[in-house]
């Protein structure tokens, strides 16, 4: 193909749009890197990474989400906000299993360990707990130092 057939392309329109919504945060790609979890103020939304599209917003309790994590089957999603509550969700029905309050300060960081059955928890009462998710009950307590 010569050079004198080419042209330049005079307008460039977009293929898809994205929504602004996301306002900084806490975030979690799936293990499978199909979705991305993002807190957006009191709730999460999450987002098809091949499409942009919010598939799916999970309610919030009124206070800003803190920390998110994923399970590594990327059907569960733990959810905590300054309101002390930590949610576990179905995140692909949208059903919350449960919901507790582990500790006495706003939860800082979610962890799902490799089989998917506990999550850690470390908050800003310097404690740090591990709950059995099928279960609802803390396994472990681990406290910070004076």
């Known amino acids: 193909m010569s050079a004198e057939t080419l042209q330049p392309k005079a307008i460039y329109e977009p293929v898809t749009k ?4 996301y306002t900084g945060g806490a ?17 999460v939304k999450v987002l098809e990474v091949a499409t942009g599209i919010v598939s799916r917003t999970l309610p919030g309790d009124s206070e800003p989400i ?8 990327c059907r569960t999603l733990v959810s905590a906000s300054r309101s002390l509550q930590v949610k576990q969700w179905d995140w692909t029905t949208g059903e919350c299993k449960r919901t507790w309050k582990p500790h006495r300060a706003p939860v800082a960081d979610l962890a799902i ?24 009950y803390v396994t472990h307590h681990f406290t910070g130092h004076g």
Not at 66 to 73: E, G, R, W
């Open 113 to 136: 360990d490799a089989s998917g059955g506990y999550v850690a928890s470390g908050s800003a009462d310097r404690a740090i707990k591990v709950t059995d998710l099928a279960g609802g």
């Open 18 to 21: 994205l929504e602004a919504f």
């Open 66 to 73: 803190t920390s998110l994590a994923v399970s590594p089957d």
């Open 27 to 43: 975030v979690r790609v799936t293990r499978d890197h199909k979705h991305i979890a993002c807190a957006c103020g009191d709730e």
